[in-house]
C-alpha cells in the first residue's frame, strides 16, 4: 500500500522520550538525523523559516550524490546548530507529524541531538554562561553593576573585545539591565480589594510569573500589565520566589537543568493556584514552556499538568474576560496604524491571535498582523556566528513594518520588537523603540 502524502488527522506533539538511554545514543541518532534529513530533503516546505533548512538542503545540492546518503555525518550538527526551536516547523509547516506513519518532529529530534551534544560536552563555554540567567541577571541587575553593564553596551570599544573574547556580536542589541528588578520594587499584591470574577476557564485573581526577561530587563512591561489587570478588575500576585522557566537551557540541550527548574518552580506555582489564582507570564517562551515544552517533558507528571491548566498568555487571558463581559472596552485614546509582530513561541500555541483581536477592539485602531520569525530567537541574534543570519531573517518583518506606515510597532516578545527596531535603525528609520502590545493596550486605556 502506497504511503500517503501529507494526513487528514490532527497534528499531534508526542511525549519527549528524553530519559531514555537511546535518547542520547550516538548510532541511534544519526540514523534517525539521516531518516528524517531525508523526508526533508524530498519535502522542502520549511526552506523558508530559519537557516536550519538551507543548511541541509545545501549539504545535499553540494554532495556528489545530492541525496542525503552523499552528505558527510561530520555535518549533521550544522544543521542542528541554526535550530532555535521555535516550532513553527512542526506547528504549522510540516505534513508528517504523527499521527502520520513517518512521524516527523523536527524540532524534538533538533532538541535530541542538543541534548547529545550537551552530554558530550560539545558546547561553548559562551553558551553556558549565557544560558544562566538567575545567576547572570541577578549579578548584572546589582546596583554599579547594571549601570556599568549598560554603559558598556553602548561602548563600541568594549563591544569589539566582547566580540573577541566571548563572542557576542558587536552590532546585535542588547537589552538593559534595571538596578532593582521587579520581584523587588513592586509590592507581593496590587489591587488586592478588587473582587475577584470567575468566568468559564479564568478566576478573575492572577500570579504573574515575572520572568528572569521582566523582572531585570523591561519590568515596565510587567508593571504595564498590572496595570491593565487591575483596571479590568483583576486582583494580582507577583510571585516573587520562581526562578528561570527553562527555556534557555532547553535550547542548550541541559534537560537536566531543565528538571531542576520545574522542580523550583512548581512549588511556586501550585500555591498560587490553590491560593485561587491563575498565572500569567509576559514572555511567549516562558508560557509555552508550562503549557507545551514541559507537558511533553513529563507527560505523566499531574503536577505539571494542573500548571499548564492555569497557565495562561496575557491576551489569551484579556480575550476569555471579554468574551464573558468582563474585559473593558472604554479606551480613549486611538493607536492608529499598528504593525503587529506574532511571535513565534506564541504561535505555535495554537490559541489563535489573541493579541490582534484584544487590540481590534480599541476604536480607530488598524492592525496589520506580521507572521514571520523576527530572527531573535533566545540567544540566535547576539552571537557573533549568527547574528548576521538573524538579520537576515528578520528582514521580510522589517520590510512589512516600513510598508504598514504604522504609528507603533511591537511583538508579545520583546525581544523579538527590540530586533525589529535594531533592523529599521540599520535601514536608515528613525530608530523609535517598539512598544508591547500590553503597553500599547495601557496607552488606549488612558491609564497614567
Known sequence: MAMKEGSLSAPERQPLDWQNPSFTDKEDLYAELER????????????????????????????????????????????VDQCYLCDLCAETKCPYLPPHDWAVDFPHLMLRAKAYKFQQGDTKWRDRIITSTDPIFDTLSLPGLAQAANAAAGSKALRKL?????????????????????????????????????????????????????????????????????????????????????????????????????????????KAIEDGYDIIAPIPSCVLMYKQELPLMFPDDTEVARVKKAFFDPFEYLMLRHKAGLARTDFITPLGKVAYHVAC?????????????????????????????????????????????????????????????ADTFGSDCPMAGRLIAHGLDAEGENGEAAEHPISMVKRAYGIR
Open 162 to 270: 566582547g566580540d573577541n573574547l566571548v563572542g557576542i556580536h558587536p552590532d546585535a542589541p542588547l537589552p538593559p539591565f534595571t538596578h532593582k528588578p521587579v520581584s523587588k520594587a513592586m509590592a507581593n499584591e496590587i489591587g488586592a480589594d478588587l473582587k475577584a470574577k470567575a468566568c468559564e476557564r479564568t478566576t478573575g485573581k492572577v500570579a504573574i510569573y515575572v520572568t528572569c526577561y521582566g523582572d531585570h530587563n523591561e519590568p515596565q512591561v510587567v508593571e504595564d500589565l498590572v496595570s491593565v489587570l487591575n483596571h479590568n478588575g483583576v486582583a494580582v500576585k507577583i510571585l516573587k520566589d520562581a526562578k528561570c522557566c527553562g527555556m534557555p537551557k532547553l535550547e542548550l540541550g541541559d534537560l537536566e537543568k531543565v528538571a531542576s527548574l520545574k522542580d523550583a518552580n512548581l512549588p511556586v506555582f501550585l
Open 345 to 405: 513561541h506564541q504561535r505555535v500555541q495554537a490559541f489563535g491571535m489573541k493579541t490582534r483581536e484584544f487590540l481590534q477592539l480599541i476604536p480607530n485602531t488598524e492592525v496589520t498582523a506580521i507572521e514571520r520569525c523576527s530572527g531573535h530567537d533566545g540567544t540566535y541574534a547576539i552571537k557573533s556566528e549568527t547574528y548576521e543570519k538573524a538579520m537576515k531573517i528578520a528582514r521580510p518583518v522589517v520590510r512589512r513594518v516600513k510598508e504598514s506606515e
Open 36 to 79: 528524517v534529513y531525508d523526508i526533508c530533503h524530498g519535502c522542502r516546505r520549511c526552506v523558508s523559516l530559519c537557516d536550519a533548512f538551507p543548511t541541509l538542503f545545501d549539504l545535499v545540492d553540494e554532495s556528489e550524490t545530492m541525496e542525503v546518503d552523499g552528505v558527510d555525518k561530520g555535518d549533521y550538527m550544522k544543521v
